[in-house]
């Protein structure tokens, strides 16, 4: 009987989240003449942020950790508008914030609900495969390495440090340390396009799609890199100074 409760408990909490990302893409769909016109150029999503005055900022923040938490939404196009909208500074600034924000929410739903939770989101099978990272007491080097390396799934990532025993102000530092390049190309990218600096941005661009793809490619062999890196230092034993992170 317990296994059966589980087992059910799994699956209604892996039917929520595609039924949130319903409602978002059916949200989305209904309001689609309120905000598709801001798409146009950038003189229009301008014009619609400042619409909301000094909100416009909170009004991005929002968005943000709304693509973070309904994480089939892309993460560098939104990051991309930020750096279109606010500049790099801005944009890199109000990215991390909203992502920051975003990632508490996700970290917190995981470490709550616990692992049956994250399983019914991603499958048993994907979430298997960091579980030498997940019990390291040395995950935080683990987890930094793989937030900086383009390809691996952040998002996932973000619930898998949920069930580890990564601790929640240590997991902050980590994630947000390692998504500040990929931030921060992204508002290049966007900054570049608003001010039609399009070498800048296509070089930025290019860069960042030629790292994408091969951390796609080599997602497998780099995420083994990783956990070896984590199973050496687990293996060498811990400083009489240093504690896990628990």
Not at 134 to 158: C, N, Q, Y
Request: proline content about 4%.
């Amino acid at each position: 009987m317990a296994v059966l409760t589980a087992r059910t408990y799994k699956i209604a909490l892996g039917m929520l989240f595609p039924i949130l990302v319903g409602a978002a893409v059916i949200g989305a769909w209904v309001t689609r003449d309120a905000w598709l016109p801001i798409l146009g150029s950038e003189t229009d999503a301008q014009e619609w942020m400042a619409g909301f005055g000094a909100g416009g900022a909170f009004v991005y923040i929002a968005v943000q950790i709304v693509q973070v938490v309904v994480f089939v939404i892309p993460g560098d196009v939104v990051q991309i508008a930020g750096g279109y909208l606010f500049g790099i500074a801005g944009g890199l600034g109000l990215s991390l914030v909203g992502i920051l924000a975003g990632s508490c929410v996700n970290f917190g739903l995981a470490r709550l609900l616990g692992r049956p939770f994250v399983e019914g989101v991603f499958g048993e099978r994907r979430v298997a495969a960091w579980d030498r990272l997940v019990e390291s007491p040395r995950a935080r080097t683990g987890f930094f390495l793989l937030f900086v390396i383009p390809g691996i799934p952040k998002d996932l990532l973000v619930y898998v440090a949920g069930i580890s025993r990564l601790r929640f102000w240590t997991f902050l530092l980590v994630s947000m340390l390692g998504r500040i390049p990929g931030i921060l190309g992204s508002a290049i990218i966007g900054n570049g396009a608003a001010n039609e600096h399009w070498v800048v941005s296509g070089v930025v661009f290019g860069l960042a799609a030629v790292l994408f793809v091969l951390g796609v490619i080599f997602r497998s062999r780099l995420q083994e890199m990783v956990l070896r890196v984590v199973d050496a230092q687990r293996s060498g034993g811990a400083r009489p100074s240093e504690e896990p992170d628990t």
